[in-house]
């Protein structure tokens, strides 16, 4: 159980029968009444961004989650098939749950599954990704005075924007979160 007054940014409870992340929250004090927590959540089923308001010491549960770590093993038409490290069980898991993180997803890559009874929520990839450069245009010399960035398409199929230094076959590390190029690999 989780009480209002222990509401913090991250924080997951269970609201109206669905897992939800606490977005962001605000106590409001009353003149006479008790103090109100004004609350934006949101669902981890379905991604919606919800707002209540609960009175202060409201209680809620805390929704069964669990994180387990799979290897991403390959592509197949709209699903994407992740297999558990420890018991080698294999997962289909649609793309369109997978939301952007499926631009990253490199066979053999270690990502955290986070499942709410039995059924993948999400998907959580490494923060930085090392891949390959597949197709970018060349960079002339004297492009570089403005300091710009030209597009690059990865060997997963993202398109990122890099500096004009980079050439195709080049490895570049990633930020996932961002979807922005970091530096070059050696």
């Known amino acids: 159980m989780i009480s209002t007054n222990e509401f913090r940014k991250g924080a997951k409870i269970e609201y109206k029968g669905e897992p939800c992340e606490i977005v962001d929250f605000q106590h409001v004090k009353m003149g006479r009444g008790g103090a109100i927590i004004r609350t934006k959540m949101k669902s981890l089923k379905t991604g919606n961004v919800l707002e209540d308001t609960f009175r202060s010491g409201e209680k809620f549960e805390t929704p069964n989650l669990e994180e387990k770590e799979m290897q991403f093993l390959y592509a197949e038409g709209d699903f994407r098939y992740f297999m558990d490290?420890?018991?080698?069980?294999?997962?289909?898991?649609?793309?369109?749950?997978?939301?952007?993180?499926?631009?990253?997803?490199?066979?053999?890559?270690?990502?955290?599954?986070?499942?709410?009874?039995?059924?993948?929520?999400?998907?959580?990839?490494?923060?930085?990704?090392?891949?390959?450069?597949?197709?970018?245009?060349?960079?002339?010399?004297?492009?570089?005075?403005?300091?710009?960035?030209?597009?690059?398409?990865?060997?997963?199929?993202?398109?990122?924007?890099?500096?004009?230094?980079?050439?195709?076959?080049?490895?570049?590390?990633?930020?996932?979160?961002?979807?922005?190029?970091i530096e070059r690999v050696k």
């Open 85 to 181: 490290t420890e018991t080698f069980e294999q997962i289909p898991i649609t793309a369109s749950k997978l939301g952007d993180a499926r631009k990253f997803l490199k066979e053999n890559m270690k990502v955290k599954i986070l499942n709410y009874r039995g059924e993948p929520l999400t998907v959580e990839l490494p923060t930085f990704v090392e891949l390959v450069v597949a197709q970018t245009d060349p960079g002339f010399k004297g492009d570089t005075a403005s300091g710009g960035s030209k597009p690059a398409t990865l060997e997963t199929g993202a398109v990122v924007r890099v500096p004009f230094h980079i050439n195709e076959g080049d490895v570049i590390r990633i930020d996932t979160r961002t979807s922005e190029y």
